[in-house]
C-alpha cells in the first residue's frame, strides 16, 4: 500500500478516498495493525498493476526527464536562482581568496625569515627578542582547520557554479 501511495504520490487521504474505505484503515493496514482485507485488495489491484517491477537497489534512480506534456519551468524563477547561486559562489570564492592569499603571504615571510632574523648578538636582545616572534608570527602557515575550510569553501562555490550553469541551460 505504502509502494502505490509513493509510486503514485498519493496522501493516506487520497488512497483511501480512491478505495472508499477510511484513511485510519490505511493507516493501520500500513503500519501492520491490521490486515488487508480481499475488498480492499481487489480495490487496489488495478493501481498494483501499474506499478514497475520492484528495484533490487537500494536508490531508485532519478529519471532523465519530465513526461511529455509537462509545464515549462518559471524561467524567472530560475534564472532569479541561477543569480543567486552566482552570488554566493563569488562570496565563496571571495573568501577561499582571503584565505589563498594568507598562505602565499605566509610563504613569502618563510622565505625572507632567515635573511630577516637579527643576529644573535643583537645589541638589544629585548628587541631581538620580540622581532624574531613577530617575524615568526607572519611566517606561520594555515592551520589544518584554515586549509580545510579552504578547500571546502572551493567545493561549495563549484557546486554553486555547477548548478547556476545547468539553470542557465534550462
Known amino acids: 500500500m505504502a509502494r502505490i501511495r509513493a509510486w503514485f ?12 474505505i477510511s484513511q485510519q484503515l490505511v493507516h493501520s493496514i500500513e503500519s501492520g495493525r491490521q490486515n488487508m482485507g480481499y475488498l480492499v485488495a481487489d480495490a487496489m489491484l488495478p493501481l498494483a498493476r501499474q506499478l514497475p517491477e520492484p528495484i ?3 536508490d531508485e534512480p532519478l529519471p532523465a526527464a519530465l513526461p511529455p506534456g509537462s509545464p515549462a519551468p518559471d524561467a524567472g524563477t530560475l534564472d532569479f536562482r541561477r543569480r ?30 632567515p635573511a630577516l632574523l637579527p643576529p644573535t648578538d643583537a645589541p638589544d636582545p629585548e628587541r631581538a627578542a620580540w622581532l624574531t616572534g613577530w617575524l615568526h608570527r607572519r611566517a606561520r602557515p594555515l592551520t589544518a582547520e584554515e586549509v580545510t575550510r579552504w578547500r571546502l569553501l572551493l567545493a561549495q562555490a563549484g557546486a554553486l557554479e555547477a548548478e ?5 541551460a534550462s
Open 9 to 20: 504520490g498519493l496522501q493516506q487521504q487520497e488512497l483511501a478516498l480512491y478505495l472508499g
Open 56 to 58: 533490487t537497489q537500494l
Open 84 to 113: 543567486v547561486c552566482l552570488q554566493r559562489a563569488a562570496k565563496l570564492r571571495a573568501q577561499a581568496g582571503q584565505l589563498a592569499r594568507r598562505a602565499h603571504v605566509a610563504q613569502r615571510w618563510q622565505l625572507a625569515l
Open 164 to 168: 547556476a550553469a545547468l539553470l542557465a
